[in-house]
């Protein structure tokens, strides 16, 4: 080990704004390991408030430079005192610093010990960067709609980070699963087990009726045109902040039940998702990992809206 590299948002702007820089590797205080991070996970939140946008921005533009990123899997290198869950050179995934305080995108990370979960020896520490986030919006979407066997669900971007994670756990709790996505990825959500309605062809989501949940991964216009599939009564989910109040409210005419989300950090879930993919129950799709230094290529993928499952940074690269 000799030094540190973190990627830096200095201040809110485009990919431009997302610089190296290199710092001394920080020691683990009292209850905290220090992990070598293998992999971190790149999501849409952290492309939103590098640009400056939502609520992460809002608390931390008095604290830039600032440094995103809250997924990580690695290796534990040290240990603090009275840290006693995990080994040396045990691989763990994490779920970190959700919302304010990230630190994803490092080399090297001092983190308490509670925000980490074992990764199994049989999962690649790729596929434990790409699941806690979202997985764990994935599975607390589906918990809050109250998903119930035999019922139909709708999942907007059933292609994405979040969706494709969403249409497994959907299937596998069987019910009947309908995702929107673009025609090139029909077939792939027919490998996840979903029925594919290709979002440029309005008669395919038109013919759809009686969906009994939507979970909402676009927001905005998009989830209000596919209500009209829904009925008095159906849940909505929507998980983009942004346009969450527009989306609950147009629900609400409708008689539907729209709820907003704020997914929640939980190291037991992400253990049990990490079981269900050791088991060959969940898959996670990798499309790209890019090299550190190519951070801002990741960012414009996710900006393109048309990433398949996660996108992922090399830390050591
Ligand atoms: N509230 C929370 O706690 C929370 C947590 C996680 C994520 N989020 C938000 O949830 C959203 C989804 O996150 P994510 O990580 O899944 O994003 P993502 O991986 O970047 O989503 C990319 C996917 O969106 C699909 N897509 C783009 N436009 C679409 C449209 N009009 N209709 C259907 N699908 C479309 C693309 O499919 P095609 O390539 O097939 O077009 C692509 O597969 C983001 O807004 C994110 O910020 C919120």
């Known amino acids: 080990m000799s030094s540190n590299a973190q990627i830096v948002i200095s201040q809110f702007g485009g990919p ?21 991070v293998a992999f971190s996970g790149v999501n849409p939140i952290d492309v939103k408030t590098r640009a400056g946008i939502g609520w992460a921005a809002e608390h931390n533009k008095n604290n830039l430079p600032w440094t995103p990123g809250y997924d990580v899997s690695g290796v534990v290198v040290k240990q603090g005192i009275g ?12 779920f970190i610093g959700f919302p304010l305080r990230g630190g994803g995108y490092s080399q090297y990370l001092c983190v308490s010990e ?18 806690p986030l979202a997985g764990q919006t994935a599975a607390q979407a589906l918990e809050k709609a109250q998903i119930q066997s035999g019922e139909t669900v709708l ?7 979040v969706g494709h994670i969403a249409v497994q756990i959907a299937v596998a709790a069987k019910t009947k699963v309908y995702a929107t996505c673009c025609e090139d990825n029909k077939s792939y959500i027919e490998i996840l087990g979903g029925t594919a309605i290709d979002y440029n062809n309005p008669s395919e989501l038109e013919a759809l009726n009686h969906v009994d949940v939507m979970i909402d991964l676009v927001g905005g216009e998009a989830a209000i045109k596919a209500m009209a599939c829904l009925h008095p009564g159906s849940r909505v989910i929507t998980v983009p902040t942004i ?4 989306v609950c409210s147009h629900a609400a005419e409708l008689g539907i039940i729209g709820m907003g989300m704020l997914v929640e950090p939980d190291t ?9 993919i050791s088991a060959g129950m969940l898959k996670v799709e990798v499309e790209q990992c890019f090299a550190m230094n190519e951070v801002a290529q990741a960012h414009l993928k996710i900006e393109s809206g048309h990433a398949r499952g996660k996108i992922l940074l090399d830390m050591q690269m």
């Open 16 to 36: 431009e704004q997302l610089n190296i820089l290199t710092t001394e590797i920080p020691q683990p205080q009292a209850g905290e390991v220090l992990v070598k």
């Open 83 to 94: 840290s006693e869950k995990f080994n040396l050179n045990d691989m763990v995934s994490g």
């Open 114 to 131: 509670t925000e980490l979960a074992l990764v199994p020896e049989d999962i690649s520490l790729k596929a434990a960067a790409a699941i």
């Open 155 to 161: 999942i907007l971007a059933g292609a994405g980070g």
């Open 243 to 246: 346009t969450s109040s527009m």
């Open 268 to 276: 037991v879930q992400l253990e049990e998702l990490l079981g269900l």
